[in-house]
């Protein structure tokens, strides 16, 4: 598959796929992105969430922030142009394309205590433990802690009163990201598997990604 991206109206950027996998409704991803690789979230049925997560491949304790992000950008979430940076404030991903153009940089991932919250006997896939298996083989059992995660394709913005709304999920059939690494990565997605609000459009689908290079320089 190659992607045409226009940077700014001048400059095209042809992107080749390097792998692409499709993940499954509830499930869960993770590899490796090389600096200067790309990576191609999209969203193929529209209205579904996918939990993002980018860690430092060579020392697992530096990870994108969520919050680090909002700082260095002014702005509840980069646009095309800007990057997200780590908690050790350094860039990690910049946003290249983006056709959806809503996401989210507040809301936690799902996990077991909300599920049970909404009266879910027994388990229920969540973000949060898919996160955790997706990335067991890099991790192993050291791991326990879930930062705040990118939001792909979620609507959560704040009211004026400052309330935080859980919005509809905003995003059309084919909606997609594109990621470019500034170092090494491992990445780790979720396709969020919540049914109990709009997250997912109430019905959760899948996520496509794609591991691309520049075709062109």
Known sequence: MTVEVD???KKKLQLSTITHTV???KGRWSGQLK???????????????????????VDFDEHLSASHTRVWVNRLCPVPG??????RRRPILQLIADTCGMHDLITPACDADRYRLYGVQ???????????????????DTRFYVPQPFNMFMCCPVGPDTSVING????????YVILKAWIDCVIAISACPQEFNNAAGWYPTEIEVDIMEAANG
Do not use: R
């Open 7 to 9: 940077l700014n109206g």
């Open 23 to 25: 993940i499954a409704p």
């Open 35 to 57: 600096a200067g690789q790309y990576i191609k979230v999209t969203d193929p049925c529209g209205k579904q969430a996918a939990d993002f997560w980018a860690f430092n491949e």
């Open 82 to 87: 800007e990057s997200f940076h780590t908690n």
């Open 122 to 140: 027994g388990d229920h896939p969540s973000c949060a433990s898919n996160m955790k298996l997706a990335l067991t083989p890099y991790f192993k």
């Open 168 to 175: 509809p999920n905003p995003s059309k059939p084919g909606d």
